[in-house]
């Protein structure tokens, strides 16, 4: 079974621009979660989607969004750029069922703004 | 709180044992997780505890949780250099769905 997929795996913006970041789940999996990590803040939760609805969502501004697709891809954007969003992007596919509802990383996007 | 610390680096020999710790704040947590990052990759999940078990083994892999002492450790036995990478524990609590909270996690550098 194919894992996680994101497209692009390297972005690079400038400051005042706008961005999508896209997820592929693994087939059958109908949860997607984004994050972001940086080295000073570490992990952080953006938000969790399923089946197409936000179920949860992080501390992060409204410059960050996010939508899911019928077929469980996922695609996260954030408009207005600042040099802090420099990051990698990482999403995560689960079963989300009740229980250990196990996530499955991507290999990330890496987004530089300059 | 939300809050999961680790110690920020550990080093070994090959053939050792490593013991990778970490501490939780929130009594709420149901799931523990141990996750693998390997420069320039994704998060690799290796194992996860429910919040009511002690010990869980899968192969080289130890999981130990002292719930009453919110403390979760994993010993890797028979270290490689391949086990090289950061490692980070994450909880995740009732009532908040896919939302992972991860420590800072800890760099384990394997010398040969």
């Known amino acids: 079974k194919a894992g996680v997929t994101q497209t692009p795996r390297y972005l690079i913006k400038t400051r005042g621009q706008q961005v999508t970041l896209s997820c592929s789940p693994i087939?059958?999996?109908?949860?997607v979660s984004w994050y972001q990590q940086t080295p000073g803040q570490g992990l952080q939760f953006l938000f969790e989607?399923?089946?197409?609805?936000?179920?949860n969502k992080g501390n992060f501004p409204g410059r960050f969004s996010g939508r899911q697709f019928s077929n469980s891809r996922s695609e996260m954007n954030v408009s207005t750029l600042e040099l802090g969003d420099s990051a990698l992007y990482l999403c995560?596919?689960?079963?989300?069922?009740?229980?250990?509802?196990?996530?499955?990383f991507g290999p990330g996007t890496r987004l530089t703004v300059t | 709180g939300e809050d999961v610390e680790q110690s920020l680096f550990l080093s070994v020999r090959e053939g050792d044992s490593s013991v990778i710790n970490c501490t939780y704040t929130?009594?709420?947590?149901?799931?523990l997780y141990w996750y693998k990052q390997e420069p320039g990759a994704g998060l690799q999940l290796l194992t996860y505890?429910?919040?009511?078990?002690d010990m869980k083994q899968d192969q080289r892999l130890t999981v130990l949780l002292n719930k009453k002492d919110k403390h979760l450790s994993l010993r890797i036995a028979d270290t490689q250099t391949g086990d090289s990478a950061i490692y980070f524990c994450?909880?995740?609590?009732?009532?908040?769905?896919?939302?992972?909270?991860f420590g800072q996690g800890t760099e384990l550098s394997v010398k040969p």
């Open positions: 995560a596919s689960s079963l989300r069922t009740s229980g250990s509802n196990e996530q499955y």
């Open positions: 087939s059958g999996h109908r949860s």
């Open positions: 989607y399923f089946s197409e609805t936000q179920r």
């Open positions: 929130d009594s709420s947590s149901t799931y």
């Open positions: 505890i429910f919040s009511n078990m």
């Open positions: 994450a909880e995740s609590m009732r009532n908040q769905g896919g939302k992972l909270i």
